[in-house]
């Protein structure tokens, strides 16, 4: 399938390397900002990570203006109203967000109401609905996962509606995402392996989507070899440099990808189960994957087959027959993902993730009403939707 017209844009400003950190002076100082309000997660702060950002702030002109560490792992209306609480009250300029997706949201969120006043969200809520620029924002990944760090999009939490809010605007991406694996050494196996299941995943929906183009195809492909060439060695060896860096650069490669191309069936179904059953992203999307690609065969076969280069490898894909290549993407998916859970115990099964089968149906009919389904290259039904989440279960 080959676009005939598309659009794609990622204005991100992106430094990756072992000592990039200490950047962020400059990328301050470039954006006009002296007083960010610094924004993470009390196990990013325990870890130390945020005393290694801060440190860099020293000999500078930039103070820290406030800090907010308690972001959960699922960021909700009431902790973005918190954090711009102390947004305001630090009389800050700027946001700096040191976390995984959680964090980086929750800042896009804060920044929505910091720049535009109130404590409203609902009514920013949705496509283009945030009007004019933000306060600047830097993000430093602790998880190599997400991509939020290169994406015009943030999910927050509504705990009084069961529902997850979705924000989409060009004002959302950051200006500055600083990639340093230092930020993602400390990071447990399971959590190593559920983000850069994220990151695949992220990757092979924006390969398969209706809003696919050379540019995102790019990017999904180098993200789907980078993870998988490095995430056993990361998993077997937590302070391999190298490999950490490279997972973080695949994460925001898979993020310029999907931000572009957007997602499918995976996603919906993902997000679905993490509203009701409060199941890690990550550990959806590694448990949804397969049956995404088997779901979408029919439309997508040889999409589907041409991942089997990136995901196996030249000789592999060389010697396999054009006819089975899709199935043989599959197969390899799901040996790659035996060797992920040997290494790090990652669910492949919603029963293994304590996912009460009595919720399947409910999943079901939340992920029809996902924006994830109109990129898919499939439409489902409820009991299509079913039908995979009981072969998932």
């Keep these: ?144 996962g997400t991509g939020s760090e290169v994406t015009l999009v943030a999910v927050i939490a509504n705990p009084r509606k069961r529902v997850k809010m979705a924000f989409a605007s060009s004002h959302l991406y950051p200006q500055v995402a600083i990639l340093d694996p230092r930020l993602t050494l400390s990071l447990p196996k399971v959590l190593t392996a559920a983000t850069a299941m994220d990151a695949l995943t992220h990757a092979v929906e924006a390969y398969l989507s209706i809003q696919k183009n050379p540019l995102s195809d790019a990017y999904a492909t180098t993200a789907v070899r980078l993870i998988v060439h490095n995430l056993p060695h990361v998993l077997e060896n937590g302070s391999d440099t190298a490999g950490r860096l490279a997972l973080a650069n695949a994460a925001c490669c898979a993020g310029i990808a999907f931000s572009n191309a957007m997602v499918g069936i995976v996603h919906a179904l993902g997000h679905a189960a993490g509203a009701l059953c409060h199941i890690h992203h990550g550990t959806a999307m590694n448990i949804f994957l397969p049956h995404g690609l088997e779901y979408n065969l029919g439309k997508r076969r040889h999409a589907i087959g041409e991942l089997l280069l990136p995901l196996g490898g030249h000789e592999l894909y060389a010697t396999t027959p054009p006819r089975v290549r899709a199935e043989k993407t599959i197969e390899v998916l799901r040996v790659f993902q035996g060797r992920i859970q040997e290494l790090s115990g990652l669910p492949t099964r919603l029963r293994d993730a304590d996912v009460p089968m009595d919720m399947l149906e409910s999943i079901a009919a939340t992920a029809l009403n996902d924006g994830a389904l109109l990129f898919n290259p499939e439409d489902m039904t409820l009991e299509e939707a079913l039908y995979v989440l009981q072969r998932a279960y």
Excluded: W
Aim: glycine share 10%.
């Design 1 to 144: 399938m080959t676009a005939s017209y598309f659009e794609f844009h990622c204005p991100v400003k992106i430094l990756s390397g072992h000592k990039a950190l200490e950047n962020l002076p400059y990328e301050l100082q470039r954006l006009g900002a002296s007083r960010p309000l610094f924004l993470t997660d009390l196990g990013v702060a325990k870890a130390g990570l945020l005393d290694l950002v801060t440190a860099a702030l020293r000999d500078s002109k930039a103070v820290v203006g406030a800090v907010y560490d308690r972001v959960p792992a699922d960021s909700s209306v009431t902790i973005v109203q918190e954090a711009a609480a102390a947004f305001r009250q630090g009389r800050c300029d700027s946001l700096v967000a040191v976390g995984g997706g959680s964090v980086m949201d929750t800042a896009k969120a804060v920044n929505i109401l910091v720049s535009h006043g109130g404590d409203d969200l609902l009514q920013f809520s949705g496509a283009d609905r945030i009007h004019g620029p933000l306060h600047p924002l830097i993000v430093l990944p602790t998880t190599a």
